[in-house]
């Protein structure tokens, strides 16, 4: 017999098994041997038994918000770095357990969410989910990817990012010079999560499709109230709310607001809405974005008829 040092011995399991070098957290009332050991003080139902994935740039925001404002719903409290998005899945705070993540959601409300609009199209996010929350519903906005792309483009500009403060829409889009990394990262981040198609597949090996819910996003910004009563009735929230009474439109932030009993509506911040200021997306990025999404769409398209969801009027256009 050879001794061989623990050490040595993981680095050849995890050389042989590198998916299994980072922990997966598992719900611990899915297994009865975790429920025994898991302090009695502790419940399943502290966790959220919601999820709104994004993607950024979709009006997640505005979805979080008027979702809050239902009586039965409750979100998780903020986050001191990230703020309203606690940002646990795919990233290092998944590795301050789930005791962290936990202790975020200490209201006795029925449905207890979370939305955190970098979820969507990170690699590891519907895994670890899927793992820790396996009967969570999951909601997914879907924008136009142009839409949606241009929104995060002038959304950099505002945040003086230097790639987007010297270049064009039309150039970021349309980069092939891989040395430019400042570029094409944001490139990247302009296109990569418009590919739905991919990343709802890989939502879909994690949660059924029965908990998966896909919201218009041109819906929640022309007809939020009829979004928050489909999302009711996903939720089943015990009682219906008609949002007509709550949200009115404000012609000068051009968006649907918070009525209030005094004052003005209370509309989102400055940093949600600056569509009134930087307007559409000129036709060449359009004609050729089109192009981009246009077979990842198609497929969109075709998976939303099989699951039995409406056809976003933004996409039924594309064919
Ligand atoms: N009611 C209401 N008020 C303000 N803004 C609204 C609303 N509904 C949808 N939108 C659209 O939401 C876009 C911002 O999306 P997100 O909240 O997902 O952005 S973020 O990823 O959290 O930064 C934001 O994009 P920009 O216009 O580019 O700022 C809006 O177009």
Redesign the pocket.
């Known amino acids: 017999m050879k001794g061989v040092p623990p050490e040595h011995l993981a680095e050849l399991y995890f050389n042989r098994y590198p998916q299994e070098v980072d922990p997966v957290w598992l719900n611990p009332c899915v297994d009865k041997r975790h429920r025994e050991i898991w302090n009695p003080g502790k419940k399943c139902s502290d966790f959220p038994s919601l999820l709104v994935v994004?993607?950024?740039?979709?009006?997640?925001?505005?979805l979080?918000?008027f979702l809050k404002l239902h009586p039965n719903v409750s979100a998780n409290l903020d986050s001191p770095t990230s703020y309203e998005?606690l940002q646990f899945f795919g990233s290092p705070n998944y590795n301050k357990g789930i005791d962290w993540y936990r202790s975020f959601f200490p209201s006795g409300r029925a449905v207890k969410f979370e939305k955190s609009?970098t979820y969507f199209d990170k690699e590891a996010v519907p895994m670890q989910a899927g793992a820790l929350l396996p009967s969570a519903k999951v909601i997914i906005?879907l924008l136009d990817p142009i839409?949606r792309a241009?929104?995060w483009y002038?959304?950099q500009r505002a945040h003086n990012d230097h790639a987007a403060l010297s270049h064009s829409f039309y150039d970021v889009i349309t980069n092939t010079d891989k040395h430019n990394r400042e570029v094409q990262s944001l490139k990247t981040h302009l296109l990569r999560p418009g590919f739905y198609y991919e990343h709802i597949q890989r939502w879909r090996r994690y949660y059924p499709d029965s908990q998966i819910m896909y919201v218009d996003?041109e819906q929640?910004?022309s007809d939020?109230a009829q979004v928050m009563t489909d999302v009711q009735l996903f939720l089943n929230t015990d009682v219906l709310i008609d949002y007509r009474h709550i949200l009115s439109f404000e012609d000068e932030?051009g968006?649907?607001?918070i009525k209030r009993s005094v004052g003005r509506p209370k509309?989102?911040g400055a940093?949600?809405?600056?569509?009134?200021q930087?307007g559409q997306v000129d036709e060449k990025s359009r004609a050729y974005l089109q192009q981009v999404f246009y077979t990842p769409n198609l497929a969109l398209k075709h998976l939303l008829a099989q699951v039995g969801s409406p056809i976003p009027s933004w996409l039924a256009a594309n064919s």
Do not use: M
């Open positions: 994004g993607p950024q740039k979709t009006g997640s925001t505005a979080y918000t998005e609009a906005i839409t241009f929104s002038h959304h996003g929640l910004t939020p932030k968006f649907y607001c509309c989102l940093g949600k809405g600056r569509v009134r930087y």
